[in-house]
């Protein structure tokens, strides 16, 4: 045999050796019983409850007991598998309802999944799973916020007023420490906003001198405040009436101004995006003949505000020609009649009341004017009848016609023509001829 060969045998059987005992030493430990102990120390402590006993005007304090030691107990085999770093320690404050030094239980949590049967455990270096627990009386103090603003809105906005929710911080704590905070301070970074700007921030605490306060023992009841930078848009926007024409009374023939023409106003972005000027009412032409002043309250769109302090404007308008005259016509007519009946007019003339320009009324005779009533909706029963007319004008020009008016009219049945008598035949016409 070469020493290989015997080297390579050597070597499988000693390692055949080791894996048997091994399995000895495993089979032993898990059947034989034998229990190792390990430590799980300085497991810092879940304090549970703390709201309730904020509720209750109580705080913990620092100096309360924050870790604690672990003594587990098991076989080699079932303590292989435990990981003691996730071995948790739990204290419920719940029951604590006064101050002082308490004593209060601790729970130990194996770590999710561990078979926890095979393993004892118990407290190192004391007697039992309890804690003491040092319970103060909390302090309340409502400090304001104040901001700090970096950075600027774009050009043609504006910076409404921040907000901030909570709208003041409460800071709870030891009297001693809480007393000494001023305000909490937050820093909002801007870089040319063009809308509303909302973030949620840290912040610092400061004493009325400006230096920063910590401590332990401070316990703010929000770790952020919420910070609204309200950002509106300016925008000019000019006044404008909304002109209602009609014949003889056009937008063409007037002149105005409204002062001022324009205001400037700010608001949120979208709500003034699509407005581009103000109303100030709806006006009607045919409702003036001079000159003329009106006066308007400024409406406002929603949610903006008027930077330019004029809340009232003035309209002068007056016609740059404009006659009032009047027209006899004699052409009357009607339409619609009802049917199988006769209508005579009874109306001769009509004086009409016209107006536009000189030049417009001037050109229009009395051939141009013809008042015609409407018979649709008039009885059909005989008899004279009252009717509203219409004014129709044989003209291109820009004339509007002023007033209502009506016509007299007859209503009768036709009259129906008598049939001539037929000459009359009988028989002593007869006899006498033949007599004859």
């Not at 402590?45 to 604690?68: I, K, N, P, W, Y």
Request: charged fraction near 25%; aromatic fraction near 6%.
């Amino acid at each position: 045999m070469n020493n290989e060969n015997f080297n390579g045998t050597k070597a499988v059987r000693i390692l055949v050796s080791l894996l048997v005992a091994i399995c000895i030493w495993v089979f032993v430990d898990d059947a034989g019983g034998y229990v190792v102990t390990v430590n799980a120390a300085d497991i810092p402590v879940e304090f549970l409850g703390e709201a309730t006993l904020a509720d209750r005007g109580l705080m913990l304090l620092d100096d309360t007991e924050s870790t604690f030691s672990l003594e587990i107990s098991g076989t080699k085999k079932a303590l292989m598998t435990l990981d003691t770093s996730k071995i948790r320690v739990q204290v419920d404050l719940t029951d604590v309802t006064a101050a002082g030094q308490q004593s209060v239980a601790v729970k130990a949590r194996y770590p999710s999944g561990f078979d926890s049967s095979k393993v004892s455990m118990k407290p190192k270096d004391r007697s039992s799973f309890n804690i003491s627990a040092n319970v103060g009386e909390l302090y309340r103090k409502s400090v304001e916020i104040r901001c700090d603003i970096q950075g600027a809105v774009a050009d043609g906005y504006i910076a409404g007023e921040l907000q901030f929710q909570p709208g003041t911080l409460e800071v709870r704590g030891q009297q001693s420490e809480v007393e000494n905070i001023s305000y909490a301070r937050v820093t909002l970074v801007i870089d040319n906003a063009t809308e509303t700007v909302s973030e949620t921030l840290d912040y610092r605490l400061y004493d009325d001198l400006g230096r920063e306060v910590s401590g332990a023992n401070i316990h703010p009841v929000t770790d952020q405040i919420q910070v609204l930078l309200p950002v509106y848009v300016i925008k000019e926007l000019p006044l404008e009436v909304n002109f209602i024409e009609s014949p003889g009374s056009s937008l063409d023939n007037v002149t105005y101004r409204i002062e001022p023409a324009s205001i400037k106003v700010y608001g949120d972005a979208a709500l003034l995006r699509d407005i581009n000027s103000i109303k100030l009412d709806d006006f009607d032409l045919s409702s003036i003949s001079s000159k003329s002043t009106f006066y308007y309250q400024i409406p406002l769109p929603d949610g903006c505000e008027n930077l330019s302090s004029i809340s009232r404007a003035t309209m002068i308008i007056e016609f740059n020609d404009l006659v009032v005259d009047t027209l006899t016509t004699g052409q009357i007519a009607y339409e619609n009649p009802p049917e199988g009946k006769e209508i005579s007019i009874l109306t001769n003339q009509i004086q009409v009341t016209l107006r536009g320009t000189s030049v417009d009324v001037g050109a229009l005779t009395p051939e141009d004017v013809t008042v015609v009533a409407d018979l649709r909706d008039v009885s059909s029963a005989s008899g004279s009848y009252t009717v509203p007319a219409e004014v129709r004008l044989n003209s291109d020009g820009d004339i509007g016609v002023i007033g209502s008016y009506q016509i007299r009219i007859n209503i009768s049945d036709p009259v129906v023509p008598e049939e001539p008598e037929e000459p009359e035949t009988g028989g002593e016409e007869d006899n006498s001829n033949q007599e004859q």
